[in-house]
Structure formats: structure tokens, C-alpha cells
């Protein structure tokens, strides 16, 4: 097995979000799934994608973070088809199938990796007033009037995140969750965490700032998050924020110092918002695996 370190959603090193990408040999298998979440463990990022090659053009990702196993990472899909183009794996401007735990995704390789979502969907709309509460605790006591004026609501194009809008950059920089609380309130409505945003109103360039925090899955804060974009992408859409045919740009990582920029695109295809998330990579380092 070939071990990579790369670090998604940037063009240089040690900025961005950092996965671990392990390539599996055309005759080998799977690793148990325990094994596999040891490794992702070992290597402590917040996801390792391992991967197996079904074909020219068509491979099976399963994604682990050191506390098990996940249905699909935006960032850690970027990383491994970033990897491969780069290795010359699979030819610059290939579009790839990628099968996941959560469904059939294409993915377009290259220097700007662009992976295709799974169909946007709203999990959960927050109008209980006591519920709402229950978020506003767990993000470390906000009041009411920090929040935005768009609907708190759980939101999924693959896994799902409370979409939490702020009313401004500062207050959204102000987050401070209280962990145990917002891994508890997690658990307990079925989302990986909260995704916060503030929009910049064009004035930097960005459709928002984002912060993203799932300290359910031993993740304090993610300094970059395709699912969760995308999700937010869906959300602006449905709330007529955007419209079809629109790219959004979302800058995540600030506040933890790992700058990631973001691309999202979204098209009617068959009827349904069809969402496209993604970005460059740059590889750290590189080295062969021992079992």
C-alpha cells in the first residue's frame, strides 16, 4: 500500500485541510475495517480515504476518521483524485467514477478536483424554540440576536450539518462551542456537527466565511469541508440565496490558521440542484506502507 499526506484545498503545502490517501495494489483488498481505523488513528487528520481501483476510470473510497468509519469527506475525495492525477494514475481531465457509502459520485481529475454530491436535502428545520436553544448552549451560549436572519436547519448532500447562519464575520469569528455539549446535541439529532457561516456580501471575493465543528467525530474544528459547503450550497439555493447555474466561494480555516478556499458549482440536472464541490491539493509526503 502507497501512503500519501496531502493537504486539499490548496496549492501549497501545509495550508488547507489535511487527509490521509492510501492506494491499495490492484490485487489487494480491502484492510479490515479495524485496521483501517487504526491507521486513520496513527495518522490523526480528521479523515483517511483508502482506495481500491474497480477499473480505468472507476474506484471504491471509503473514508475513515480515528473514531471509525463515515459515509463520504469532501476533503479527503479531493485529496485522492488530486493524488492520482498527479502520480499520472488517471489522466488530467478524467471524469471518474467513485463509489461511496453514500451512493455513485463523479469526480473530475485534475489540478482542480471537482466532485459531484449527493442530492441536497433539507434533514431537519430547527423551529422549536427550545431546540434552538439547545444549539445556542452548545455553541457556547450565543444570544439570539448573533444569529442571521436565514432558518437554522440541518442540511445533507452526503452527510448532513446544522447550517448555522451568523450575522455578521466578527460574530461568527466569536464562536467559542462548548465541545462535550455540541458532541452530545450532535448524537442527539444525527448531523457530524455545525457548520457556521457569515456572508462577506462580495466585498472580499466570497460568497461567506465558514467554521465547521464536529468534535462528535474527535474534530474540534475542520479547516475545510467539502460536504459541508456543498450542503450550505443546497441550503442557499433552496432559500433563494442563489440560483441555479451560480459558483459560490467559501473561505474556511481562518481561525485556526489553515486558510482553505473552497469552490462550489450548482446545476438543474433532471429536475434536482446538482452540486459540484472542489479545489486543488498539494502533496506532503509520500511512503509505502508495512503490514
Known sequence: MRLYIV???????????????????????????????????????????????????????????????????????????????????????????????????????????????????????????????EILSAMGGMRREELGELPVEAFSTGLPDILLPMRDVAALQALNPDMPRLSALSEKFGVVGVHAFAFAFGHDGYTAHVRNFAPLYDIPEESATGTSNAALTGYLLRHGIITAGSSCIFLQGEAIGRPSIIHTRVQQKNGAPDIRVGGPCAIVAAGDIRR
Not at 23 to 43: I, T, V, Y
Not at 63 to 76: R, S, W
Open 7 to 133: 493537504d486539499a484545498f490548496t496549492e501549497v503545502p501545509f495550508g488547507g485541510n489535511t487527509a490521509g490517501v492510501v492506494l491499495l495494489k490492484p490485487s489487494e483488498g480491502f484492510p479490515e475495517d479495524e485496521w483501517m481505523r487504526q491507521l486513520a488513528a496513527e495518522l490523526r487528520y480528521s479523515e483517511t480515504a483508502f482506495i481500491r481501483r474497480d477499473g480505468p476510470a472507476e474506484f471504491t473510497v471509503r473514508y475513515f476518521t480515528p473514531a471509525g468509519e463515515i459515509d463520504l469527506c469532501g476533503h479527503a475525495t479531493i485529496a485522492s483524485f488530486g493524488v492520482m492525477s498527479k502520480e499520472g494514475i488517471v489522466p488530467e481531465g478524467t471524469l471518474c467514477l467513485n463509489h461511496t457509502r453514500a451512493g455513485d459520485l463523479e469526480v473530475l481529475a485534475g489540478e482542480q478536483v471537482m466532485m459531484q454530491m449527493a442530492p441536497s436535502r433539507i434533514v431537519h428545520s430547527f423551529d422549536d424554540e427550545r431546540q434552538l436553544d
